[in-house]
């Protein structure tokens, strides 16, 4: 089979550098990389480096191999075109038709999904003719993902970061999965979404947790922020992993805090999924020196009590015309098998619907892809197949824009 081919454009702005590492995560994955930068992005990355990474040549104009005319042909051979980073006049260029460069004659013969990762100062994001270009370009169903807040040029801080480079080659994934531009029918929508695990403190050094990473919950938070949502993630432990673009982020520790942070943010919220594995149980003393294992004492005994069901007082404390969505980590036992085990669950929980993870032997903890079921509180359920996160996360965002619809 052949590669899917991307093309990535990169702007002049100094986020161009990373630019490079979504290349190598693109190329890494098996995918055939061309990159087209503007003459501007040549002044902070050679097109040196991009050849060596992609294996291509590189070229800014239309006036270079003109017999296989490549303003038409790059752009309509792509499978999906990547602008990275986007800046404020890449965006005004793309959005009015303008051509007078390589990237710009791509983007308006590509017939592919196209999506641009903005990158510039808070400034010149918020500027109405900023938010009108994108506002246009959305309409035509062209991808503007939100920025990231944080650092920027300077010393400067706040919202118009280039979104981190694995975030883009995961969304990248997406777009070419599923051949389409990603749906803006979040919008309007306030939603909560918790991720990773809980750590429940025994003494200063050790604590109980679980295996959970995060990553489903961070893909959830990341294509509800891409579809258009104001997103609110509530982040228990995982692999320190950043901050999904355009989201807001309230980080936990324990199952009490992350009960807290969710109750506060759901009085709010449309939408709420609790993608987090919170600890059932945490010591019921928490011992405030170090445990010390001595051959004179006995081995200490740990005494459990039950941490709260969020998710069960989520549901008997929501508000009107509110949809909340659990998160089912199962393995079979004796007595039933994993869907056995999560239709009960979906039936005393009282939730909307219920994603299913059949857990051990390295699936769903600790991995890239996920698989599983979605069952509705009418008695539908249909599988998830096997894919990335991102996929799953937007398979259930699918179904949550579905039941809101009814």
Request: proline content about 5%; hydrophobic content about 45%; aromatic content about 4%.
């Amino acid at each position: 089979m052949s590669k899917p081919k991307v093309v990535l454009g990169v702007g002049g702005g100094i986020a161009a550098y990373k630019a490079c590492e979504v290349l190598r995560g693109l190329t890494e994955s098996g995918h055939d990389v061309r990159v087209v930068p503007t003459e501007a992005a040549l002044n902070f990355v050679g097109a040196a480096t991009f050849e060596a990474l992609s294996g291509h040549p590189v070229h800014t104009g239309v006036f270079t191999e003109v017999p296989e005319v490549q303003h038409v042909r790059v752009g309509k051979e792509a499978d999906l075109v990547l602008v990275v980073p986007a800046t404020a006049d890449l965006l005004a260029r793309a959005a009015h038709g303008i051509a007078d460069d390589l990237l710009t004659g791509t983007l308006l013969t590509a017939r592919c999904p196209v999506a641009f990762f903005p990158a510039m100062h808070t400034e010149m994001w918020e500027h109405p003719a900023t938010r009108d270009n994108v506002a246009l370009l959305r309409s035509r169903g062209v991808v503007v993902t939100e920025p990231a807040a944080g650092r920027l040029t300077g010393a400067d801080t706040g919202k118009g970061r280039l979104a981190d480079p694995a975030e883009i080659v995961d969304l990248a994934r997406l777009l070419l999965a599923s051949r389409t531009a990603l749906p803006r029918d979040l919008e309007g929508l306030r939603v909560v979404v918790s991720a990773g695990g809980t750590r429940e403190p025994l003494d200063p050094v050790r604590f109980l947790g679980n295996r959970s990473s995060g990553k489903q919950g961070y893909a959830l938070a990341r294509v509800a922020a891409q579809r258009g949502a104001e997103v609110t993630l509530v982040a228990g432990h995982g692999n320190e992993l950043p901050a999904p673009a355009g989201t807001d982020v309230r980080h936990v520790s324990t199952a009490l805090e992350m009960r807290d942070a969710v109750h506060e943010a759901a009085a709010a919220a449309d939408v709420v999924i609790m993608a987090a594995a919170v600890a059932d149980f945490r010591p019921a003393t928490r011992v405030e020196y170090k445990i010390k294992k001595t051959d004179d004492q006995p081995d200490p005994a740990i005494t459990l009590e039950r941490n709260p069901d969020i998710l069960a007082e989520l549901v008997e404390n929501r508000k009107i015309g509110q949809t909340i969505v659990g998160f089912a980590a199962e393995t079979g036992d004796e007595h039933a098998g994993v869907l056995d085990h999560a239709r009960a669950k979906l039936k005393r929980k009282g939730c909307d619907l219920l994603v299913v993870n059949a857990v051990g032997d390295g699936r769903a903890f600790e991995v890239e892809e996920n698989q599983g079921w979605l069952l509705s509180a009418d008695g539908a359920e249909r599988p998830i197949p096997l894919g990335s996160k991102s996929h799953l996360a937007a398979t259930v965002w699918d179904a949550v824009a579905e039941f809101i619809k009814r």
